[in-house]
């Protein structure tokens, strides 16, 4: 079983839809999670934490569940430029590994 | 603004050639990672620095894999000789490690190499 596994989609939406990802996570030591945003031909840029309360950044709710260990990414009011690669990035070391998913696509359409 | 420049971006070599990669992490950081990116594979960890000393090197084949950081400003990759199945793009990562685990990284633009 892979560290950290997500759907790769591709996710095709509309504009001003709502989309989730989901992303589990094998190592139940794990102690720092992440989402990260990758455009085509491009390196991967950080896009938020995710913190064990959950959190929002404007459109974007991150959340964790430490329980069922998986992390989600929601996006409200999906826009053209949200279309990209989001990673799942999860800390899973006693030195700070950090190990990434593979990549959910989403294409938001017009 | 601060980032991470790794040279060069592009290289388009022949097999059995000495390929050497060159980051320069952002300044003030203390952990430097390196990544290979492929469609079929995503995102694995070839190195992992801290403190320029190293920390993980378990993803890279060390038959003809070397990561080195001979200073806190210069992190290199090198591939000696390199195979096809190298092509890939090789990103660089560095990161500001405290007491505690929530590193963030920052890439750079990362180097597209074609191993023919």
């Known amino acids: 079983r892979k560290e950290v596994e997500q759907d790769p989609g591709p996710f095709n939406v509309p504009e001003g839809a709502t989309v989730a990802f989901n992303c589990t996570y094998s190592?139940?030591?794990?102690?720092?999670f992440f989402w990260y945003r990758q455009d085509c031909r491009k390196e991967p840029k950080l896009l938020m934490s995710?913190?064990?309360s959950g959190n929002e950044d404007g459109r974007f709710t991150a959340q964790l569940n430490r329980a069922s260990q998986y992390i989600s990414l929601l996006i409200r009011d999906s826009k053209l430029s949200d279309s990209a690669t989001y990673l799942c990035?999860?800390?899973?070391?006693?030195?700070?590994?950090?190990?990434f998913g593979t990549g959910t696509k989403l294409q938001v359409i017009p | 603004d601060a980032r991470v420049t790794q040279t060069p971006r592009d290289k388009v070599t022949e097999m059995g050639q000495e390929v050497t990669m060159r980051c320069q992490p952002i300044l003030g950081h203390n952990t430097v990672f390196w990544y290979r990116q492929t469609m079929m594979q995503g995102l694995e960890l070839l190195a992992y620095?801290?403190?320029?000393?190293?920390?993980?090197d378990s993803g890279m084949p060390k038959d003809r894999f070397s990561a080195e950081m001979p200073d806190a400003t210069l992190a290199t990759l090198k591939i000696q000789p390199s195979e096809p199945r190298d092509s890939a793009v090789y990103f660089c990562?560095?990161?500001?490690?405290?007491?505690?685990?929530?590193?963030?990284?920052?890439f750079g633009s990362g180097t597209q190499l074609s191993v023919l």
């Open positions: 995710v913190y064990s």
């Open positions: 620095f801290r403190n320029r000393a190293p920390l993980d």
């Open positions: 190592n139940s030591a794990s102690q720092s």
């Open positions: 990035v999860v800390n899973s070391g006693g030195y700070q590994k950090v190990t």
């Open positions: 990562a560095s990161g500001l490690a405290r007491t505690g685990p929530n590193e963030k990284l920052f």
